[in-house]
């Protein structure tokens, strides 16, 4: 920590000073106390900017987090960042009325926002409770991860459940993005997912800020192409993750209700949605569910009702065959948007006709596979057409 209280009651911020000797010199014998329990603080000498704060002991009921260098390096200079485009900044605020002690603070207009630079992992329960405390106070927190939590900026990326968590959007409009920060830099990097195959490979497309802007836009690097991977990937599963243990279920399910094959599975399944973040289960996976349980059997011209795939999608979920992702930090929508996304892409391929925003019809019959380089060159006409179609 860098803010204590001092015995006249009046704070102190060792980022006042500049060096050690005056911080030494200005503090010498004094008694510090944290401003959130009330307990002594012990001063910590290091380099300049390590000079900090501490409790005796670890407890403190306002922080969770014990201080590396890089996280106080990160809250100094996030604090710094911010304080230079706004001066109703403070660090280290304390919010008494749900006893939370926010990294930084700031108020922009009406809008009040807290920010947490996380640079440890925390459980999920915490995530969640610290985010819905500052909600409850009507003030929005801006969750950032340390970039070195994240390690290199790739154009794919693999995300921790943890890292998942950081997903944002601040309009129900803007693309959701992670957002860290670089101490080292002082840069701001937004981290946008554009697509993922499985919950080890996820395309980004990224960008960079001095400054820290709520809806960045029209600033983000081109998304390098995923195509060719994703056919490559689609390949792959056929041949060989179809055939792997966890698969089984749905192997068994495939063969068992469709007469196929897992690795025979269709084209149309495996498509690129919008909102596909939403779904922690690889999108061949949850779409294979989806459509051997719901679009499958339907004969042709028959009509395919939204609220019974809804229902028979969370059956999936209920059973564990496919598992949501919880994004506490994105309010609008829902899973049930992959879903519809889902629809209206097979709708673009000319496999079904929406009628209403409830009612599809099923208009083209998947096309039975011999064997499994047809199914790769249909999955290929497929996308091929499903991307040209989106781009015009
Ligand atoms: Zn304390």
Not at 268 to 275: D, F, Q, R, T
Request: proline share 6%.
């Amino acid at each position: 920590m860098f803010v204590a209280k001092r015995k006249d009651g009046s704070f102190i911020s060792l980022l006042d000073w500049k060096t050690r000797e005056d911080v030494e010199h200005l503090t010498k014998g004094e008694q510090f106390f944290c401003p959130a329990c009330h307990r002594t603080l012990q001063l910590k000498h290091g380099q300049v900017r390590k000079v900090h704060f501490a409790h005796m002991n670890d407890s403190c009921n306002a922080s969770s987090e014990s201080e590396t260098n890089y996280h106080l390096e990160g809250k100094a200079k996030l604090y710094e960042s911010l304080l230079h485009s706004n001066d109703k900044t403070t660090l280290e605020h304390y919010i008494p009325s749900t006893n939370q002690r926010a990294d930084v603070y700031t108020e922009s207009g009406n809008q009040k926002y807290a920010f947490e630079f996380q640079c440890s992992t925390i459980p999920k329960s915490e995530f969640s409770k610290r985010t819905q405390l500052y909600e409850s106070s009507r003030i929005k927190p801006i969750w950032i991860l340390g970039k070195e939590k994240l390690g290199n900026i790739q154009p794919q990326m693999k995300f921790s459940p943890f890292q998942w968590q950081f997903l944002q959007r601040h309009t129900p409009r803007s693309p959701p993005y992670i957002l860290t920060f670089c101490p080292k830099t002082s840069i701001f990097h937004y981290i946008y997912p554009t697509f993922s195959f499985n919950t080890s490979t996820t395309y980004i497309s990224t960008a960079t800020s001095k400054v820290w802007i709520e809806n960045p836009n029209n600033m983000t690097t081109p998304t390098p192409s995923w195509k060719e991977h994703f056919l490559h990937y689609k390949k792959k599963w056929r041949y060989v993750y179809s055939l792997y243990k966890p698969q089984h279920l749905l192997r068994k399910f495939c063969y068992a209700k469709m007469n196929i094959p897992l690795s025979l599975f269709p084209a149309e399944i495996g498509l690129p949605v919008p909102s596909f973040y939403r779904i922690h289960t690889p999108v061949i996976e949850w779409q294979a569910w989806l459509y051997f349980d719901s679009i499958f059997h339907t004969p042709l011209h028959s009509i395919i009702h939204v609220p019974t795939v809804i229902q028979n999608f969370k059956r999936r979920i209920k059973n564990s065959q496919i598992t949501i992702r919880e994004l506490p930090l994105i309010k609008a929508g829902s899973y049930e948007d992959a879903i519809v996304e889902y629809l209206n892409a097979l709708v673009s391929i000319g496999a079904l006709k929406r009628e209403t925003p409830i009612v599809y019809r099923k208009i083209k019959k998947e096309l039975p596979f011999s064997s499994l380089e047809e199914g790769c060159k249909q999955d290929r006409i497929v996308l091929e057409y499903l991307m040209h179609i989106i781009q015009s």
